[in-house]
């Protein structure tokens, strides 16, 4: 079996115990409810996580050159195909940009509008994304950008009527509708003005331009188009959901690095719950994104698998089969026989700064396993020669700590919050070296 190729990392239990605490009246409540979940920190069974440092061959990585060359090479492979798929192509040759919407002038004169269709297979016809984008005025260019996905269409991330509605997957009917008017504005996840105050661009696109979020989803989208690749038959590693969600991240990217108002080298991937998830593992496969945020993404994200707390490998893939590969169901149930957890996805990052955050009231994301995957993959951000994280403890609520790990657990239930961003735009002026609100 796969667990007998690695040399295995002890977690000792009780670590990281002190600070934070969930509401024992929650974890009451939750367990009541869900007696099949664990919820109680007691219930978390015993575990033993693989070592980052140490490769599958029983080498031990003593020095940045044989992380690199060797061991972050093959934790890179058994994710893509032990867990989210590979992508059966890179940037496509005939992948064009069109900029069909330019206003210097957006927001009461405060910011600059662009909306760019990127069409994958350079078709009309076939798939694209919208890439709704501000930038601020009031600084110099080229500006550094916050890059995420959206749930619900670009429309109803602000009120602005200049961006063009299209139309957004049903998920429940497995089909395509068109937004009404009234939609705009409706999911404002995003604080467009602040984030510009704060000198900051944010570019987002609605993620079902990329794959739909349905079981059935491998008949629409990049699926569509770039499936017929692997031949007859999907592979059992063929890309899921959420490798597919992290590539269309990464031609966003390459959109940046065209455009002179953007500074591409400082480019800010983010993503919440499932996209946080995705998020972490566009930054993994993609060195160009300059820092990666997690925010609430739990299982299949930040949160360690063998903890098994909250929702689990089984769990997740029996409610959304089609996020990852067919390979990764091997480990419903058999989350120790994983030769990998979720710091190993972290310490991919590693030496870039990457932020997990979590939320007091959303246990089902296991935040104590957010934090303990972070501090996990400390060991190879210090064999890199950064801070790493600088706590050993998970801290109270409200009060992040900002290595070159950052995380924080904040009041509240699973949200993508006004805290977050401005927590997340203070870590990005810590790294990039920036005063509040200038380049």
Same mark, same amino acid.
């Given at each position: 079996?796969? $667990?007998?190729?690695?040399?295995?990392?002890?977690?000792?239990?009780?670590?990281?115990?002190?600070?934070?605490?969930?509401?024992?009246?929650?974890? !009451?409540?939750?367990?009541?409810?869900?007696?099949?979940?664990?919820?109680?920190?007691? !219930?978390?069974?015993?575990?033993?996580?693989?070592?980052?440092?140490?490769?599958?061959?029983? /080498?031990?990585?003593?020095?940045?050159?044989?992380? $690199?060359?060797? &061991?972050?090479?093959?934790?890179?492979?058994?994710?893509?195909?032990?867990?989210?798929?590979?992508?059966?192509?890179?940037?496509?040759?005939?992948?064009?940009?069109? +900029?069909?919407?330019?206003?210097?002038?957006?927001?009461?004169? #405060?910011?600059?509008?662009?909306?760019?269709?990127?069409?994958?297979?350079?078709?009309?016809?076939?798939?694209?994304?919208?890439?709704?984008?501000?930038?601020?005025?009031?600084?110099?260019?080229?500006?550094? +950008?916050?890059?995420?996905?959206?749930?619900?269409?670009?429309?109803?991330?602000?009120?602005?009527?200049?961006?063009?509605?299209?139309?957004? $997957?049903?998920?429940? #009917?497995?089909?395509?509708?068109?937004?009404?008017?009234?939609?705009?504005?409706?999911?404002?996840?995003?604080?467009?003005?602040?984030?510009?105050?704060?000198?900051?661009?944010?570019?987002?696109?609605?993620?079902?331009?990329?794959?739909?979020?349905?079981?059935?989803?491998?008949?629409?989208?990049?699926?569509?188009?770039?499936?017929?690749?692997?031949?007859?038959?999907?592979?059992?590693?063929a890309w899921g959901a959420i490798s597919a969600w992290a590539w269309g991240l990464s031609r966003a990217m390459d959109y940046f690095e065209t455009d002179a108002d953007i500074d591409a080298k400082r480019v800010v991937v983010l993503g919440h719950s499932r996209l946080g998830k995705t998020a972490l593992w566009a930054g993994a496969q993609d060195e160009r994104f300059a820092i990666v945020i997690s925010n609430n993404s739990g299982c299949g994200g930040a949160a360690l698998s063998r903890r098994r707390y909250g929702e689990t490998v089984a769990i997740i893939n029996k409610a959304f089969p089609h996020w990852f590969c067919e390979n990764?169901?091997?480990?419903?149930?058999?989350?120790?026989?994983?030769?990998?957890?979720?710091?190993?996805?972290?310490?991919?990052?590693?030496? &870039?700064?990457?932020?997990?955050?979590?939320?007091?009231?959303?246990? $089902?994301?296991?935040?104590?396993?957010?934090?303990?995957?972070?501090?996990?993959?400390?060991?190879?951000? #210090?064999?890199?020669?950064?801070?790493?994280?600088?706590?050993?403890?998970?801290?109270?609520?409200?009060?992040?700590?900002?290595?070159?790990?950052?995380?924080?657990?904040?009041?509240? #239930?699973?949200?993508? /919050?006004?805290?977050?961003?401005?927590?997340?735009?203070?870590?990005?002026?810590?790294?990039?070296?920036?005063? /509040?609100?200038?380049?």
């Amino acid at each position: 079996m796969l $667990w007998a190729l690695f040399v295995a990392f002890v977690q000792v239990m009780g670590e990281g115990q002190q600070g934070w605490q969930p509401n024992p009246e929650l974890v !009451k409540a939750l367990s009541q409810r869900r007696p099949d979940v664990i919820y109680d920190e007691a !219930k978390v069974p015993p575990y033993t996580l693989p070592d980052p440092l140490v490769c599958l061959d029983g /080498t031990k990585v003593t020095t940045p050159e044989l992380w $690199w060359k060797k &061991r972050r090479p093959e934790i890179l492979e058994l994710f893509r195909t032990q867990m989210y798929g590979r992508a059966p192509i890179g940037r496509p040759s005939e992948m064009t940009f069109e +900029v069909f919407d330019l206003d210097r002038n957006a927001l009461g004169g #405060k910011a600059t509008r662009k909306q760019v269709r990127i069409l994958f297979t350079g078709k009309p016809d076939g798939p694209n994304m919208d890439l709704l984008i501000y930038l601020p005025n009031h600084v110099q260019r080229p500006v550094p +950008v916050f890059l995420l996905l959206n749930f619900s269409g670009n429309h109803a991330v602000h009120p602005d009527p200049a961006i063009r509605i299209k139309p957004v $997957w049903d998920r429940a #009917k497995g089909q395509q509708v068109m937004p009404s008017e009234d939609t705009r504005g409706s999911s404002p996840s995003i604080p467009v003005e602040k984030i510009i105050a704060r000198g900051y661009g944010v570019a987002t696109a609605y993620y079902g331009d990329i794959a739909p979020d349905f079981p059935d989803s491998f008949q629409h989208g990049v699926f569509a188009a770039f499936d017929k690749l692997f031949g007859e038959k999907r592979p059992p590693d063929a890309w899921g959901a959420i490798s597919a969600w992290a590539w269309g991240l990464s031609r966003a990217m390459d959109y940046f690095e065209t455009d002179a108002d953007i500074d591409a080298k400082r480019v800010v991937v983010l993503g919440h719950s499932r996209l946080g998830k995705t998020a972490l593992w566009a930054g993994a496969q993609d060195e160009r994104f300059a820092i990666v945020i997690s925010n609430n993404s739990g299982c299949g994200g930040a949160a360690l698998s063998r903890r098994r707390y909250g929702e689990t490998v089984a769990i997740i893939n029996k409610a959304f089969p089609h996020w990852f590969c067919e390979n990764f169901k091997r480990y419903n149930n058999r989350e120790d026989e994983m030769p990998f957890d979720q710091h190993m996805l972290i310490a991919l990052i590693a030496p &870039r700064p990457v932020y997990v955050a979590s939320a007091d009231e959303d246990l $089902w994301a296991d935040p104590r396993g957010e934090f303990l995957a972070a501090k996990a993959a400390d060991p190879v951000y #210090k064999l890199l020669g950064t801070e790493g994280l600088p706590v050993q403890d998970m801290p109270p609520l409200n009060r992040p700590v900002m290595g070159t790990i950052g995380y924080h657990i904040r009041s509240g #239930k699973h949200a993508l /919050t006004e805290y977050d961003w401005e927590r997340y735009m203070d870590f990005a002026d810590k790294h990039f070296k920036r005063a /509040t609100g200038k380049p």
